[in-house]
C-alpha cells in the first residue's frame, strides 16, 4: 500500500473506531445514562437541537432585529441551495416544534403554503441537509439496532447453544461485535426502532426515571410508550422464551448501530411525491432465502420486512412534497397518525415519530378548505405560511445563485440583478389601506409609492420628500407597515412573478443578446415583452390602485433606478462626480450653520484659529441646492432635522455622523446641480464611444488616424471612465459601453 493510500486507510480507520458505529446493547446502556439528553429526544428535539447546533445570526431588516438560523445557510454543504431570507418562517417553524416538544408528540403536520415558487420545499431541503450534516457530528449521534445470530458448530445460524446442549459461549456477553465470519444471519429493524425499545415498558419507566435529566425536560411519548415492531417483537419473545426468560442472554443478540440522515439513501430522511400509492407496506421475508439462515427456533416465526416512505422516514423527517395535489383519501391516514403517533402497516401498528410536514400552493389550499372534512384536519394541520419577498435586496441574492448557474462564463452586467428583483417585488406589493392606521398618520401612509414602500421594506429608509416629523412618524409605524396584510387570505407576497419566472425572463434576455451578456437593457426589453402575456399570469391583470399592481409601469420605474445608479458611477469614472468631495461640502456647511445658530465660533483647522461661521460658504452652498425660502428658517430646519437623527440613532455621535446619509436629498441636489457643467464632457466620450461602435471595434487610441487634440482627449476621457467601470464596478468592454451609451441618450 501507498503511504498517500496508508494514510488514508489509517483515517478512516480512526474515524470509524471514534465514531462508536457498533456497540453492544450494554455499551448503548451506558451511553444513555451518560448522555441522557441526547439518547431519549423525540425526532422534533432532534430538529430544533440541530438548528441550535449550528447557531443563529442576529439581522438587520430595516426595523428590529429578527433571528437567522444559520443552517438556512448551508455554509457546511453547498451555499448555492441556501435560503434567502424568510427569517419569519424559520422562526415559526422552530416555535412549532418546540410546542411539539411540550405536547411530548409530533401532534400536527406541519403544512407550508404560499405561490408557486416562494422557497416551500428549499426550506424543507435545507432542514434535511442539516439534519444529514448533524448526525454525522458526535452531537446528533442516533442508534438503531440489529438482531445478529452467530455461526453454530455446524456453520449455521445457532442461539449459541452447542451440539451436546452446553452453552459455549458463556463468557461471550454480546455477540455485537463478531466478526462478520462468525455472523450467520443479521436482521434488521427497517423502522430503525430506539434501542430503548427493547427494554420492557415497565423497566424503562423505571430507567427513564433514574436517568439524569435536567429539570423541565419533557421525554416524548414515543420514548416513554412506543413498543418494537412486530418482527422485532416476535424475534424478541422467542429468545425469551428459548432462554427461559433470561433478558440478559435475549440481549446478546442485540447489535446497537449508529445510523446516519441520508435523504439519498432515505434513512430518516423522505420526500412523497403525490402519486397514487400507499406510503408503508409489508413483505413476508420467511420466503426469502435468508430466512433459512435463521436459527431453527425462529424459523418457524411468519415475519414481515416493512416498506415504504413512512417506514424510511421513520425517527427523522418526512416530506409531503404537493401534499394536496393527492386524492384527499390517500393521506386520511395521516389523521390518526398525527394523533397516536402510530400507523397501521399490513395488519400491524407501527409506532412513528417523524417530523411530518408538507407543502402546496394556495389555490390547492383555498380548494381543500371547502372539503367537508376540513376541519378534522385543520386540528391536525399547523399552517405556516411562505409569501414571497418584500425586500428586493434579498430578492437580489436568489438570483445571484440562479444566475451564476445560467450565464457560466457569460457577463453579467451590474444592476441587471438588481432591476430583475426590484420589478419582481414592486409587482408583489399592495397599497397601505389608510384605514388601518390612525388618524395623524393615515394621510401619510396613503401617500406611500409603490418605490417609496419598496425602498422602506428592504432598508427603511424613508422618502426624502418627507419632513423630519413625518420621517419620524413613519419610522414609529414601520412595523405596522411590514404587518398589514399578515392576517388576512390575500396577503402581501402571495401574488406576483416568482423567482421561477424571473429566472426564465434572465434566460431569455441572456440568449437573445447577440452580444452574450446580460445587462439591464436586454431584461427590460424582454419585461416589455413578457408584460404583454396577460392570459397567462393573473397578477398581469390585477386593477391598478393609485400606482400599485402597474407591472407595466413598473418597468420604467426600475429603468429609472437603474439610471440613477448609473449616473452616479459614470461621473465617478469620468471624474467629475466625486461624493467624498460634495460629503465634505455638506459637513462643512452643517457645521458653520451649527456655529451661526448658537452663536459659537469653529476652529480654522489650518490656523488652528477660532472664527465665526463662515457666510460666503452657507450662501454658496444654498445656492447650490437651490434654497427659495427663508434662509433662517431653512438652516433651522437643517438642525432639527438633525436633532431627531440623533435621537433615533444614539449610536451616531455628532462628530462620527455621516451627514450625507442623514440628508440624502441635499446630496442628491448638490450631484444635479453641476449636471450642466457635465454635459459637454459626456457629449464628448458619447461620440468617442458611437464612433468606436460605428468602426467595428477598433482601438480608442488608434495611431493611424488623423484628430485633433480635442479629439485625442476625449478619446483617453472616454478610455479611462471604460477601465474604471470596469475596474470599480464590474463592467466589461462591452456592457460599460452600453450603459453609457443608454444613460446619455436617456437623461443628456
Not at 408584460?531 to 400599485?548: I, M, Q
Amino acid at each position: 500500500m501507498s503511504k498517500g493510500a496508508d494514510q488514508i486507510h489509517k483515517s478512516i480507520k480512526e474515524e470509524y473506531e471514534n465514531q462508536n458505529r457498533i456497540l453492544s446493547f450494554d455499551e448503548y446502556l451506558d451511553l444513555v445514562r451518560a448522555e441522557p439528553v441526547k439518547q431519549v429526544r423525540s425526532s422534533a428535539q432532534y430538529v430544533t437541537d440541530m438548528m441550535d447546533f449550528f447557531g443563529r445570526d442576529e439581522i438587520e431588516t430595516g426595523s428590529p432585529k429578527a433571528r437567522r438560523f444559520k443552517v438556512f445557510d448551508q455554509e457546511f454543504a453547498d451555499t448555492r441551495f441556501r435560503l434567502v431570507g424568510q427569517e419569519a418562517v424559520q422562526e415559526n417553524i422552530y416555535h412549532i416544534l418546540k410546542s411539539f416538544i411540550r405536547e411530548g408528540v409530533n401532534n400536527k403536520l406541519v403544512l407550508l403554503h404560499g405561490p408557486n415558487g416562494s422557497a416551500k420545499s428549499s426550506i424543507i431541503n435545507c432542514l434535511m441537509r442539516g439534519m444529514e450534516e448533524y448526525s454525522q457530528r458526535p452531537d446528533g449521534a442516533v442508534y438503531r439496532f440489529h438482531w445478529v445470530f452467530p455461526v453454530d458448530r455446524h456453520g449455521k445460524a445457532g442461539l449459541g447453544l452447542g451440539r451436546d446442549g452446553s452453552n459455549k459461549d458463556d463468557d461471550l456477553t454480546s455477540y455485537a461485535k463478531l466478526p462478520d465470519t462468525e455472523i450467520a444471519a443479521r436482521v434488521s429493524c427497517e423502522l430503525r426502532d430506539h434501542p430503548l425499545f427493547l427494554v420492557p415498558l415497565r423497566q424503562r419507566t423505571a430507567l427513564l426515571h433514574e436517568l439524569n435529566l435536567p429539570k423541565g425536560f419533557i421525554q416524548s411519548e414515543y420514548v416513554q410508550k412506543g413498543d418494537l415492531s412486530q418482527k422485532s417483537k416476535k424475534i424478541f419473545e422467542a429468545l425469551l422464551r428459548s432462554h427461559k426468560g433470561d433478558y440478559r442472554k435475549v440481549l446478546r443478540y442485540v447489535q446497537v448501530e449508529r445510523f446516519y440522515i441520508s435523504k439519498r439513501y432515505r434513512d430518516a430522511a423522505v420526500t412523497i411525491e403525490p402519486q397514487m400509492h400507499v406510503d408503508a407496506t409489508a413483505q413476508q421475508i420467511t420466503m426469502d432465502r435468508s430466512a433459512s439462515m435463521l436459527p431453527s427456533s425462529l424459523q418457524f416465526l411468519s415475519l414481515f420486512d416493512l416498506h415504504g416512505d413512512l417506514v424510511d422516514g421513520n425517527r427523522g423527517i418526512v416530506e409531503y412534497n404537493d401534499l394536496l395535489k393527492r386524492p384527499i383519501d390517500a393521506f386520511k391516514y395521516l389523521l390518526t397518525t398525527t394523533e397516536t403517533g402510530t400507523v397501521s402497516i399490513g395488519g400491524t401498528t407501527a409506532f412513528i415519530d417523524s417530523l411530518l410536514i408538507g407543502t402546496c400552493n394556495e389555490a390547492q389550499l383555498d380548494a381543500f378548505k371547502e372539503y367537508p372534512d376540513f376541519p378534522s384536519f385543520r386540528a391536525r394541520i399547523e399552517l405556516v405560511r411562505v409569501p414571497y419577498l418584500l425586500d428586493y435586496k434579498k430578492e437580489t441574492e436568489i438570483y445571484k445563485t440562479q444566475v451564476r448557474r445560467l450565464a457560466g462564463d457569460r457577463h453579467v452586467a451590474p444592476h441587471t440583478l438588481e432591476s430583475a428583483a426590484l420589478w419582481a417585488v414592486l409587482c408583489r406589493l399592495k397599497k397601505p389601506n389608510a384605514s388601518h392606521y390612525p388618524g395623524n398618520f393615515a394621510y401619510l401612509v396613503n401617500s406611500i409609492t409603490p418605490s417609496e414602500k419598496s425602498r422602506l421594506l428592504a432598508e427603511g429608509l424613508m422618502p426624502t420628500r418627507l419632513s423630519s416629523e413625518e420621517r419620524k412618524l413613519l419610522k414609529s409605524h414601520i412595523d405596522d407597515v411590514r404587518a398589514e396584510y399578515a392576517g388576512v387570505p390575500y396577503y402581501e407576497g402571495r401574488i406576483g412573478p416568482s423567482p421561477r419566472e424571473m429566472k426564465i425572463i434572465l434566460f431569455n434576455a441572456l440568449e437573445r443578446n447577440d452580444k452574450g451578456i446580460l445587462s439591464p437593457l436586454g431584461l427590460f426589453d424582454e419585461l416589455d415583452d413578457f408584460v404583454k402575456r396577460t392570459s397567462e399570469y393573473d397578477y398581469l391583470r390585477e386593477d391598478v390602485v393609485e400606482g400599485y399592481h402597474d407591472c407595466r409601469a413598473f418597468i420604467q420605474t426600475s429603468r429609472d433606478t437603474y439610471l440613477d445608479n448609473l449616473d452616479t458611477e459614470v461621473r465617478s469614472c469620468l471624474g467629475v462626480h466625486d461624493d467624498d468631495q460634495y460629503a465634505s461640502f455638506l459637513r462643512k456647511y452643517i457645521l458653520n450653520v451649527t456655529a451661526h445658530l448658537k452663536k459659537e465660533k469653529i476652529r480654522n483647522p489650518v490656523t488652528e484659529r477660532l472664527e465665526a461661521a463662515d457666510p460666503t460658504l452657507m450662501d454658496e452652498f444654498e445656492k447650490v441646492v437651490g434654497v427659495l425660502e427663508d434662509r433662517e428658517h431653512f438652516r433651522q430646519n437643517i438642525m432639527t432635522q438633525l436633532g431627531v437623527y440623533a435621537l433615533e440613532n444614539p449610536e451616531a455621535g455628532r462628530e462620527g455622523m455621516i451627514y450625507s446619509r442623514v440628508f440624502p436629498d441635499l446630496m442628491k441636489r448638490i450631484r444635479d446641480f453641476y449636471i450642466d457643467e457635465h454635459s459637454q464632457l459626456m457629449k464628448r466620450v458619447f461620440d468617442v464611444i458611437t464612433l468606436f461602435e460605428q468602426r467595428g471595434g477598433a482601438p480608442l487610441l488608434d495611431q493611424g488616424r488623423t484628430r485633433t487634440v480635442e479629439q485625442i482627449d476625449a478619446e483617453k476621457i472616454a478610455l479611462s471612465m471604460v477601465d474604471n467601470m470596469k475596474r470599480k464596478f464590474g463592467y466589461n468592454d462591452i456592457s460599460a459601453r452600453e450603459a453609457f451609451v443608454y444613460l446619455f441618450q436617456k437623461r443628456y
